[in-house]
């Protein structure tokens, strides 16, 4: 290890580092600067990434006027090679030589890939960190295994930090990852954290592990490794500066899970709530995955989407009476003694936005669909004493539905000759793309339509409704009213519902202004080209 007159750790206090670092990339210095300029304001932690630039050493003096400017500025220097998933090619002398001039431009950290640091003499390592902070790295971008052995390898060197990084393809290697880091960082200066979709626990968690820092994208499309967070939702959504010991995990497993609302919702409702708490995607391969990683974590309590609402159900300890009728469990609380109790929050947020409306009892209620959902909604509403029709796209799984719940089953050619108070629409149809509905204008003989679709806010369907001068109650209204109660499950506090639905909305309006730009820029004409045909005349 370093003598304590060199380390570096020593003299940048480790808690004096940000939690997060975010890299910065530029395919030439002025758009990078430009870039570090936007992030440093709200993040003064950075990794300049060198190998993006065509030529980093002509960049150097840049750079350097940029750290002078910026005092307040942390900047680790990488200049990674292409074998180690970099962009530089030159050789391992050309990217010492880098690092050393990074330390001259003012540069206090530069990190360097330990296939490098293996490949230099001693004393040219020794020359590099005597000059700057050194982090060693280890990439594995297919797997986490043998980190351990890895570890041992790497700390032959010396260096001020150890930054570890691996690929998660399950949840489970999160798991590794966190015992690795809690076992080394009582030693040695660690940073550690799993990279890929599955890979986000430990981008949150791992700090608590003992990794000192992680790494968040500068912004959505700037990521420099797969899985990567931004760092404004690290700090602001996930408040990772906040994460410690007691903080409680929380989370969605599913599969998939990447564009579920979810923990923007939740980690705002604890955030009000002031709960030490957080909630996280939890993208789960298989329920196996999802229940070892509950257990090791460990989880205090779960929200389960597809495909798995029905699947937990025999891993219960026990669970409610109306989890128990529609087989369907999508909430999971884990007492401290690891049993997992299970209850079913969907019947409540189907439940409620219509009894703020009207009386349930004697309603007649048309769903359509016989899947997970309408199972909840017909046994939800049967138990308030409405009038349930079903009908579904293949009817025998609607007459199924019907005899257990005691509904009653209607043909599709029925409805329109039929009058309802609510129509719920419990399908996927008109997700997405807006453009289909489940039904017909003139099957639309109803007081209220219930969508239950929320992406997008506004649907063929609710748009058919409101032209008819009926009530809409959007998909929304359910999603908060379903995560409000998993909220005050879990905390026991009352929910603030207030502002759970002010952030899933604003949220819905970001992503389809995103779509909009997308599909614009899609549709744009290519740009006619001025280029003289190469053509035949050339070859006369
Ligand atoms: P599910 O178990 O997969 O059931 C889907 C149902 O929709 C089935 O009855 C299926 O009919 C029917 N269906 C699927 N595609 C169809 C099509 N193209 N045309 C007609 N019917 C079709 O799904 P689920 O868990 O019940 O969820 C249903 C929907 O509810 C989701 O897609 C989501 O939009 C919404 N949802 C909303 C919330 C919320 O908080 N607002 C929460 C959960 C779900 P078959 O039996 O013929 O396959």
Redesign the pocket.
Known sequence: MRSSTTNYASRIHRFRLPRVCVPVVGSDAATMIERAESVVRDNPFLELRLDYLPQPAAALPKLKNFLEMHPEATAIATCRRVVNGGKFKGSIAAELALLLKAADAGFPLVDIELQSAKSLKADQLRGLSDRVGLIISYHDFRATKKLEEQFAEMSKYPADFYKVVSTATNLSDNVAMMKFLEANSAKHEMVGLCMGEQGIISRVLGVRAGSIFTFGAAKSGEETAPGQVPFNELRDIYRIDNVDAATQVYGVAGDPVEHSLSPIMMNAALRRESVNAVYLSLHAKSLKDLLACVRDIPIRGLSI??PY?QAIVDALENSDPLTRQIGACNTVVRSLDGKLYGFNT?VG?IVAPLEQRLHLAGARILI?????????AAFGLKAKGAEVFLT???PE??QTLARQAKAKHLKRADIAKTTFDVII???????GNGK?S?LEDKELNTKYVFD????PAETKLTKMARARNLQVIP?????V???ARQFEIWTGKPAPIAEMGYVVTKALERRAAQEEAEETKAAKPAPKTTARKPAKASRK
């Open positions: 989407t597809m609402k969907d947020g359509i669909g016989a899947g997970g959902v309408a199972r909840a579904n796209r293949t799984k609607a629409n419990a399908t996927p149809v008109g997700m289909q489940p239950l679709v929320y992406t998909g929304l209204e359910m999603f009213q379903q995560g």
